[in-house]
């Protein structure tokens, strides 16, 4: 069964960096296409970024540059380096295979304060 832990949120101020990560057990980390989602309190789930087994990397239009993915492999880990954080980012990040078919985990809590 696969098993999704995220962690590495926190309450940080506007501008601040933070980094995520996802440790992934019981799947094929290697061969599979993953994904971090966010959502928002009252808001749908969206996704947020997503890195290819090729390590070809995407993220949505409100990223504006602020968010690096990666993975490594070798760890079974799946990373997001936020460089400057906004009050609007402030959600629960969750990591899934993209198009969010595994269980999902419980999440990491990020707190943006103005």
């Given amino acids: 069964q696969v098993q999704l832990v995220e962690s590495g949120g926190g309450l940080v101020q506007a501008g601040e960096p933070l980094k995520l990560s996802c440790a992934v057990s019981g799947a094929m980390f290697r061969l599979s296409n993953m ?14 970024a997503s890195i290819t087994t090729r390590h070809n990397t995407n ?8 968010f690096t993915i990666s993975r490594d492999n070798a760890k079974n880990t799946l990373y997001l380096q936020i460089h400057s954080l906004k ?17 999902w985990g419980q999440g990491t809590q990020v707190t943006v304060s103005s």
């Fill in 35 to 48: 994904a971090w989602y966010r959502q928002a309190p009252g808001k749908q789930r969206e996704l947020v």
């Fill in 59 to 66: 993220s949505a239009d409100f990223v504006q540059g602020r």
């Fill in 87 to 103: 009050p609007e980012d402030t959600a629960v990040y969750y990591c899934n295979v993209l198009g969010g078919y595994w269980s």
